[in-house]
């Protein structure tokens, strides 16, 4: 597709269970962040990666959350033992260069449900 | 540090009224950059409109007005004859090319809702 696609876009899960919730950027688009955002709330910066590498994680909050982009495209953010606090959507965003332009196009999110 | 402060958690207009969401922000950096984002329902970000610091030009696009004031740390969104399908909640970002994290710091949103 022409936009950045997430998926799942609903997950609910049960506590200290491990989830992956994966995105996919615009072709071409070499960086790649994630946010989170809770509700009632603005976007939190989580990762961005440049390629493949994680240029910035100063925002993933502990070592449960972890994130990946193998081969420089589809990225995956994977949560373990996930708590009820963690209970956010979590939008991907993609932009060509990651220059600070900042033209980022965001995926609608996954919705993740921590029970 | 780093802050943006929207005035507005939720506002409400009837159609075709104008309305302006503020944005104030605190920042070390003399150069940076601002930005409007809409999230529809949907979920999905929309980008709307990019300022650097050095640039203090308002600008205008159809119905949107942004007006950039460096002296008060504002950057103020208007539009103009509000419609419907500008319910949306709006975000303000702020982003410091010095920090070389290419990361935004977003406002905590302002719901817009136009009623017909």
């Known amino acids: 597709g022409a936009g950045v696609s997430q998926t799942p876009s609903n997950k609910v899960t049960e506590k200290g269970k491990y989830v992956e919730l994966r995105c996919d950027p615009i072709?071409?688009?070499?960086?790649l962040y994630w946010y989170r955002q809770s509700l009632g709330q603005g976007p939190e910066f989580l990762i961005y990666?440049?390629?493949?590498?994680?240029?910035?994680d100063s925002g993933l909050p502990n070592d449960r959350f972890f994130a990946v982009r193998p081969e420089g495209s589809v990225s995956t953010l994977k949560i373990q033992r996930t708590e009820r606090g963690d209970s956010a959507v979590y939008l991907c965003?993609?932009?060509?260069?990651?220059?600070?332009?900042?033209?980022?196009?965001f995926g609608e999110g996954s919705r993740l449900t921590v029970l | 540090a780093q802050k943006v402060t929207q005035a507005q958690t939720e506002i409400s207009v009837v159609e075709k009224e104008d309305v302006t969401l503020d944005c104030v922000y605190e920042t070390r950096d003399t150069t940076y950059y601002l930005f409007w984002y809409k999230q529809p329902p949907s979920g999905e970000l929309v980008f709307l409109i990019r300022?650097?610091?050095?640039?203090?030009q308002n600008e205008i696009s159809g119905r949107y007005s942004w007006n950039f004031q460096k002296s008060t740390s504002s950057f103020n969104f208007t539009i103009t004859a509000s419609q419907v399908v500008d319910s949306a909640v709006y975000f303000c970002a702020l982003s410091e090319p010095s920090s070389n994290t290419r990361k935004l710091l977003f406002g905590q949103g302002s719901t817009l809702h136009v009623q017909p």
């Open positions: 965003a993609s932009s060509q260069n990651g220059r600070n332009t900042g033209e980022l196009f």
């Open positions: 300022r650097n610091s050095f640039d203090e």
């Open positions: 072709s071409g688009h070499t960086a």
């Open positions: 990666f440049q390629g493949t590498g994680a240029a910035d």
